[in-house]
């Protein structure tokens, strides 16, 4: 979903798994699907842990554990590897999340979320089983991601580290804004451009 992110301020999911695959992510079988529909991603999300073999939700699965909730996923490392469907992140950006916080994402992965409006902030290994820590003392603690100072906070520690952004992709995540909405807002410059050049 398209939204200017600026500075989130939430609680948090955990998922202290590492090498979670896209196919854990969003099974394979919901690839079939004619819809683009966030929702239907979002309901299907980490399905095959999230429910049982009968349909009913796992109580033992993080989503459905109401202690956890919030805009903020942080999951172990090598986070999205396997098949570079795109579904994976809508599936994330459906079910509500606008971070995902790991050590490590797979390439593909990490630029599928952020073309789906999704921010991966990548930290150390030791900042992130702190995070882990933290949120496993106490549920409510929130995490502060910051895209203008591209700061991530433990507002339970207050320990906080910079992460790395591509200038493009942070401007359109400030200013809401795709591909094709990036190029439309920057029309005007592109036809001077190919004006001054079809001189020469």
Request: one cysteine or more; a negative charge; hydrophobic letters at 40%.
């Amino acid at each position: 979903m398209k939204q200017k992110f600026n500075i989130i301020k939430s609680r948090c999911v955990p998922l202290p798994l590492e090498n979670v695959d896209t196919d854990q992510i969003i099974p394979a079988r919901f690839l079939k699907a004619t819809t683009r529909d966030e929702k239907f991603f979002g309901d299907n999300l980490f399905y095959d842990w999230r429910y049982t073999s009968q349909g009913d939700p796992n109580p033992e699965f993080v989503l459905n554990d109401e202690r956890y909730s919030g805009e903020i996923l942080v999951a172990g490392k090598n986070f999205g590897n396997g098949s570079s469907r795109e579904h994976a992140a809508w599936a994330i950006a459906g079910y509500g999340f606008r971070v995902v916080i790991s050590s490590f994402f797979a390439d593909i992965h990490k630029n599928n979320e952020l073309n789906n409006f999704v921010l991966p902030v990548v930290v150390t290994e030791s900042f992130l089983a702190e995070l882990f820590a933290s949120i496993a003392a106490d549920p409510t603690m929130t995490v502060t991601v910051n895209l203008p100072e591209q700061s991530v906070t433990n507002d339970a520690t207050g320990r906080s580290e910079r992460f790395e952004i591509n200038g493009y992709k942070k401007y359109c995540f400030e200013h809401a804004l795709d591909d094709i909405d990036f190029l439309l807002d920057n029309k005007d410059k592109i036809e001077s451009w190919e004006n001054q050049a079809s001189k020469y």
